[in-house]
């Protein structure tokens, strides 16, 4: 029966990507049902009487809704995230471990019938385990064990340190080509990773570069022009907008003024939420503003429902905005996640499809397990040994070929 090689197919350990900061470690929880939705503000969403609502009252209500809901959806899908990286490394970890202990098992054993010369190998059997012995030791080195480069540097025409000075070679080479310039002085230019992200840091800068020249034309142009109509009247509502939402803040700032506090109680609340008005501010979070009103007692919680039309439609453009900036967030955090995790692009982040995607990694875990065991007890004989090795030679060919068909397939 033909077996398909699982050897250093697998990375041993579930690092995250040095570029993304790893998450603090929540309480461990199970991924088993969808979080459910709540209210992230204590404004009223759907107040009383909505039919008598003017249609400033309800598109405002509308917004809120829908900022709400964004609101509740990005808790959500951390939430649901970090329980299933929390799982991940509770049901994969060990498996994970188990499986770089093969892999090392597999390392050593292949390793001493590489000094048979005696009725041992042929030199095609030899130049195979010298391959699996090499890049399964590689592998192990890059996770930190110093004995495995060693091994790798004995059995290799070319130690590791000078795989990765050549690899350094190539890509400032190709750095160059690119850019027209050599790496910064201060880029590690003996490493692979610094030389890449060196690379990446001057791709993101020249189109931050590119989008910013870009933008500073079209609105040269635009200032060329006499603004229209609907320009003027949306330039103006811009300035509303900000002009209500200065008023909100000024509102809070005035009424939280220390002086205003009765007793040292009192002041350290009212502190606290002049320190959450400045954030809230900066940041232009109107609902956040909004709720501190009803925090701070400055308003009851039907006050909106008497606020004018046009004061209604600043907020609603408001709102507009930071809804906007929170569809942006939920999308960059979305991106995070799947990288994070290690998904596929699309990957929907419900926790039935991540409950089915860890099951999976499990289930093809385990597998793996059950032929580098059964590969182990086979490497320690050399009348099965043999068979396995020519078995092995195939499989690499078959892939080798199936690799250069791909990179010569043109799109």
């Known amino acids: 029966m033909t077996r398909k090689t699982t050897w250093a197919r697998r990375k041993p350990t579930t690092e995250t990507d040095p570029r993304f900061a790893p998450l603090p470690d929540?309480?461990?929880?199970?991924?088993?049902?969808?979080?459910?939705?709540?209210?992230?503000?204590?404004?009223?969403?759907?107040?009383?009487?909505?039919?008598?609502?003017?249609?400033?009252?309800?598109?405002?209500?509308?917004?809120?809704?829908?900022f709400e809901r964004l609101k509740t959806q990005l808790a959500d899908m951390n939430r649901l995230c970090q329980a299933h990286k929390i799982n991940s490394g509770l049901i994969l970890q060990p498996l994970l471990d188990q499986h770089r202990a093969f892999m090392r098992e597999m390392v050593l054993t292949l390793d001493p019938w590489l000094d048979v010369t005696t009725k041992g190998l042929s030199k095609a059997q030899q130049a195979t385990a010298r391959d699996l012995v090499c890049s399964l030791a590689e592998a192990l080195a890059q996770q930190g064990e110093a004995d495995m480069a060693e091994l790798h540097d004995k059995r290799h025409p070319q130690t590791l340190k000078e795989k990765a000075s050549d690899d350094a070679e190539q890509m400032r080479q190709l750095f160059q080509e690119m850019f027209g310039t050599e790496l910064p002085q201060d880029t590690g230019s003996d490493d692979p990773e610094a030389v890449?992200?060196?690379?990446?840091e001057r791709l993101q800068a020249e189109a931050a570069e590119k989008q910013a020249r870009e933008e500073a034309r079209r609105q040269a142009r635009q200032a060329k022009r006499k603004p229209s109509a609907a320009q003027q009247k949306a330039a103006q509502a811009?300035?509303?907008?900000?002009?209500?939402?200065?008023?909100?803040?000024?509102?809070?700032?005035?009424?939280?003024?220390?002086?205003?506090?009765?007793?040292?109680?009192?002041?350290?609340r009212m502190n606290a939420l002049m320190s959450e008005a400045n954030a809230a501010y900066g940041r232009k979070d109107l609902?956040?503003?909004?709720?501190?009103?009803?925090?701070?007692?400055?308003?009851?919680?039907?006050?909106?429902d008497r606020l004018s039309d046009e004061r209604l439609k600043s907020l609603s453009l408001l709102l507009k905005q930071q809804v906007a900036e929170l569809e942006r967030e939920r999308q960059i955090e979305q991106e995070r996640w799947l990288h994070d995790l290690n998904l596929p692009m699309g990957f929907p982040l419900t926790a039935s499809q991540l409950q089915a995607w860890l099951q999976d990694q499990q289930d093809e875990l385990m597998q793996d397990l059950l032929v580098m065991q059964d590969d182990l007890a086979i490497a320690r004989n050399l009348a099965t040994l043999k068979p396995w090795l020519t078995e092995q030679r195939r499989l690499a060919k078959r892939v080798e070929r199936r690799m250069q068909t791909i990179d010569d397939f043109t799109f």
Do not use: C, W
Request: net charge negative.
């Open 287 to 304: 609902v956040a503003l909004l709720n501190l009103q009803l925090q701070a007692e400055l308003v009851d919680p039907d006050h909106l």
């Open 26 to 66: 929540a309480a461990s929880a199970p991924v088993a049902a969808e979080a459910k939705a709540s209210s992230t503000t204590d404004l009223s969403v759907q107040p009383q009487g909505t039919a008598s609502q003017s249609a400033a009252a309800k598109a405002f209500r509308r917004e809120l809704a829908r």
């Open 196 to 200: 890449l992200q060196a690379t990446i």
């Open 238 to 268: 811009l300035q509303d907008a900000d002009a209500m939402l200065r008023s909100v803040y000024r509102q809070l700032a005035s009424a939280l003024h220390p002086d205003r506090a009765p007793d040292e109680t009192e002041r350290a």
